[in-house]
């Protein structure tokens, strides 16, 4: 005859699994206190990784690996900083092959881009960051796709998705056909556009002629080169070397944004060591709490070893409790952080991404939560199991 489960248990020396769970409900309050005790730290969790993984994810996807970007020499990686002659495009055109071309149009983008204080109206206004482009643009950013009004015409931009993140506006406010102002002049909204999660969908973008104007300037701040191979970048490189009259360096795209995150390094690893600190609270918290809940059964604890159960059966039935709750406790949060944390817009230096709760985000957060319930329990288990059993029978 085949054993049922509470023998296979018994044979064991186990206790029985359904033991734990029926503890869990006599105790509704205690449990209910500890699961949404566990619930916040796994949920702090999820915003930090959530962080971590939307700054990745935005400056990974902004890059092109057949895009080079060309600018001054003197800007380092601060692209807004640069300043050259509105005679580049058309020098690098002349002087380079492999540059990709349809119907005789080469795919040459020069761009003014600069932060500057924009007003929004009653909400106020922030920093945010401007791009003067020409219709050249849409060609070598392949990513940034028009999904409402029209390309803007004089005194017109189109904003990105996430402008009014990056502005700390009301998304009302930056609506087709609302006003924006900036350098001495209101711009009108003629359209919106995605960019699918990259860097530029927290940017405002103008066209080119119209924004010198504003500006009183006629030079630009890069220009930015698709190629129809990404190997023909150290021809580019190359040429940037040689003219060092013109004062140019040339960088991937790619590489660019590598290099950002490089420079992002201390504020990732900062996150990373904030969600250690929170898991070390998390585990001191949950010691906290499970000294509390075992400190109230130590009569059933000595029951158990008295009526023949060994005590790593014991040790193994209070572990399985928390690991119980501390399961449910990351599927909460993670259900919660998938509902109102995932995608959620935050501003940054670098403009403005989302958070975002992916696969390894999960696995973090629930590896941590599983993680706080099953240290959490073992120490305050171990203290109450080494008393001696017919002391602990007659504790109150």
């Not at 205690?30 to 959530?50: E, I, K, P, W, Y």
């Not at 940037?240 to 013109?246: A, G, P, S, Y």
């Amino acid at each position: 005859m085949a054993l049922n489960e509470e023998q296979a248990m018994a044979r064991l020396g186990l206790l029985p699994w359904d033991y734990g769970v029926r503890n869990l409900v006599r105790r509704p309050l205690r449990s209910a206190l500890t699961l949404a005790a566990l619930t916040v730290v796994v949920l702090l969790v999820f915003v930090v990784v959530g962080f971590i993984r939307g700054l990745e994810t935005s400056l990974a996807v902004s890059g092109e690996p057949n895009v080079v970007l060309v600018y001054s020499v003197n800007a380092e990686t601060n692209i807004e900083n640069s300043s050259i002659p509105a005679t580049i495009p058309g020098l690098l055109t002349a002087s380079l092959d492999g540059i990709a071309e349809q119907y005789g149009v080469g795919y040459v983008s020069p761009e003014l881009f600069l932060g500057t204080r924009i007003d929004v109206g009653d909400t106020g206004g922030g920093l945010g960051l401007v791009r003067g482009v020409s219709l050249a643009a849409p060609l070598v950013r392949r990513k940034v796709q028009l999904v409402e009004g029209h390309w803007p015409g004089p005194d017109e931009i189109m904003v990105g998705r996430l402008a009014a993140s990056k502005l700390g506006a009301n998304p009302a406010r930056l609506a087709i056909g609302e006003s924006l102002a900036f350098e001495g002049r209101a711009w009108r909204i003629s359209g919106r556009f995605a960019a699918g999660g990259s860097s530029f969908e927290s940017e405002i973008w103008a066209p080119l002629a119209a924004l010198q104007q504003a500006l009183k300037r006629q030079d630009l701040s890069l220009v930015a080169i698709s190629l129809d191979d990404a190997a023909a970048t150290g021809e580019v490189e190359l040429f940037c070397k040689e003219r060092v009259d013109l004062e140019l360096q040339a960088i991937g795209e790619g590489a660019y944004y590598e290099l950002l995150q490089k420079h992002y390094g201390p504020m990732r690893w900062l996150a990373w060591f904030i969600v250690w600190l929170v898991s070390g609270a998390g585990i001191f918290a949950g010691l906290n709490m499970m000294y509390g809940a075992v400190a109230g059964r130590v009569r059933e604890i000595a029951t158990l070893q008295a009526i023949g159960y060994r005590r790593r059966a014991v040790l193994a039935g209070l572990v399985q409790e928390a690991a119980i709750l501390s399961a449910a406790a990351s599927i909460l949060a993670g259900f919660i952080a998938l509902a109102a944390i995932n995608g959620t817009a935050i501003r940054f230096t670098m403009g403005a991404f989302t958070l975002r709760v992916d696969g390894m985000a999960i696995v973090i957060g629930c590896g941590v939560g599983l993680m706080l319930g099953v240290l959490g329990a073992i120490p305050p288990a171990i203290k109450a199991l080494r008393l001696p059993v017919a002391q602990s029978l007659k504790a109150i």
